[in-house]
């Protein structure tokens, strides 16, 4: 775990994407079309959003990844990093989104049937380029396992133990969905992060459940994450990237400065 005292938490805005549209779900089912990816990621971007997540929600389905024009057009004019996933199964793949101009590519399915990827596109890029992406479903108490496919296969690998894999396999970052909290406006699952980030020294980036700012610090301050990803919250317009910022700010949280 990052020591969250020293560094900024990030505020990272995910764009679920299917075909040219940017979505949103509910425990990564009902599916509901928002509008134009670029014409949000733009939104966000000038919000002050540190990051942005693209997730290709049915890329795994049909083996590809579609994003690469809309990276392209977002990263002409969007200066902060990009995080792309969804239907990276080998380091061509990866090679591809790096080149349309993502900055870090996210890697799930692939992963739990090839570990050796993790390896591969690490050594070959760097593992700070590489996120290792796990939907964590709850299976008893203190016990998850790894999902994929949107959440629908069971990878039969626990959560906690293929974090520590990735890891050492090279990963750079591990982004932790809780499947669970998905959509749900319940609260990040801080049990399941802290458990993660107890075992892990890469940063951890919390996804599902925001609910509102006091989110933020549970899951900053009582469980270790490094960063949190909004979606919800921001393409129903319940609140905006500055209103969230000076929130958790107000209550302790060091973010960074945008002015």
């Not at 993790?118 to 760097?126: C, E």
């Amino acid at each position: 775990m990052v020591d969250s005292i020293s560094y900024n938490t990030r505020l990272i805005a995910c764009l679920d994407i299917k075909g040219p549209n940017l979505i949103k779900s509910i425990n990564l089912e009902g599916i509901r079309v928002i509008g134009d990816p670029n014409e949000y990621a733009r939104r966000y971007y000038e919000a002050g959003a540190d990051e942005l997540i693209y997730m290709d929600m049915v890329a795994s389905l049909y083996q590809r990844n579609n994003l690469h024009e809309i990276v392209k057009a977002t990263s002409n004019n969007i200066f902060v990093p990009i995080t792309v996933g969804g239907g990276v199964r080998s380091v061509e793949d990866a090679e591809s989104l790096l080149k349309s101009g993502a900055d870090k590519v996210a890697i799930n399915t692939a992963a739990t049937q090839n570990p050796q990827l993790i390896t591969d596109i690490s050594r070959r890029f760097g593992a700070q380029c590489v996120v290792l992406s796990i939907q964590a479903k709850q299976i008893a108490p203190g016990k998850w396992r790894a999902y994929t496919d949107c959440g629908r296969e069971d990878s039969g690998l626990d959560v906690i133990e293929w974090a520590q894999r990735g890891q050492e396999l090279g990963a750079g970052e591990l982004l932790l969905t809780s499947v669970d909290r998905e959509g749900a406006r319940t609260g990040y699952d801080c049990d399941l992060t802290k458990q993660v980030c107890e075992k892990l020294s890469i940063p951890v980036i919390a996804r599902g459940g925001f609910g509102d700012p006091q989110d933020i610090v549970d899951v900053v301050n009582g469980a270790g994450a490094d960063a949190v990803t909004f979606a919800d919250a921001l393409h129903y317009d319940r609140m905006t990237l500055p209103d969230i910022r000076q929130s958790v700010s107000d209550k302790g949280i060091a973010v960074r400065k945008v002015v």
